[in-house]
């Protein structure tokens, strides 16, 4: 279903149009190979330029609370609903509440020729292991749901010694995918990835395991363009994108 999305970029532009709007993203570091898939794409079709900048969604939330009204973006998608409601309580969301656009999944990821393979989630259980990759509980969203799945599971005991901290998901995968370590508990929108899916392989966490990660994003008050903001949210929460997320690795909530 993406290659259909995709296909619209084949469509020639438009000439005359204006110069393409600045649309300034701050999006929770699970969405980086979401919109590299599908902003080009809204680009195109909105006369738009999308300026994104990832990072775990409570860094994200401090940069926009410290700037106030004026702040350096037009729109925050964070990873949970806790975050956004963060910038809503401090009056600075154009939003009367934080808007659900997609469902994360949590997965257990390692390389290719990996000792684990064929990987199973009994892997944390192993004597063999050294180092587990997480993003940090504090400041991102699914390093809070990988600390929820282990006690769930109850693996928290038999891998506390060997957890690596990662700021964020994304660095959490970076460091497995660098072999700087061996498992990592990652989202599924990074597993799935043409990188880390040509370099690896994944195994589901059961999703009784953890709470709901329902993803939500705002549109800032301080926003110049508002009206653009708004335009892109609905379009990724239109028919024209929720169908294809889960090739992207998340669920739709539309």
């Known amino acids: 279903m993406l290659k259909a999305l995709l296909l619209l970029l084949l469509i020639p532009p438009v000439f005359g ?13 699970d969405l980086q190979p979401v919109l590299e898939a599908v ?41 949970d609903f806790y975050f956004p409601e963060k910038v809503v309580a401090a009056n600075l969301a154009d939003t009367g509440s934080p808007i659900p656009y997609a469902k994360g999944t949590l997965v257990l990821w390692t390389r290719n020729g990996s000792p684990f393979n064929p990987l199973q989630l009994s892997a944390l259980e192993s004597s063999n ?26 693996l928290q005991d038999k891998v506390k010694d060997h957890l690596v901290r990662a700021e964020n998901v994304g660095q959490a995968g970076q460091f497995a995918f660098t072999g700087n370590a061996e498992l990592a508990i990652i989202s599924k929108t990074l597993a799935v990835s043409p990188k880390f899916k040509q370099s690896g392989t994944f195994v589901l ?18 926003s110049a363009q508002r009206d653009a903001a708004h ?19 998340l669920t739709p909530v539309k």
Request: glycine share 6%.
């Open 39 to 79: 902003g080009p794409v809204y680009e195109k079709k909105a006369n738009v330029h999308l300026l994104v900048s990832y990072a775990a969604s409570s860094i994200l939330v401090s940069q926009i609370i410290s700037a106030g009204p004026g702040g350096p973006f037009d729109v925050f998608m964070g990873a």
């Open 231 to 249: 335009a892109f949210l609905n379009w990724f929460l239109s028919s024209e994108v929720q169908p294809h997320l889960p090739d992207l690795g």
């Open 17 to 29: 149009q204006t110069k393409p709007v600045e649309l300034r993203i701050a999006a929770a570091a």
């Open 129 to 154: 292991l050294k180092s587990l990759a997480i993003a940090d509980p504090e400041h991102a969203p699914y390093g809070r749901a990988a600390v929820e799945a282990l006690k769930a599971l109850k």
């Open 205 to 222: 966490f059961p999703f009784s395991s953890y709470n709901s990660i329902t993803q939500t994003a705002v549109v800032l008050r301080s």
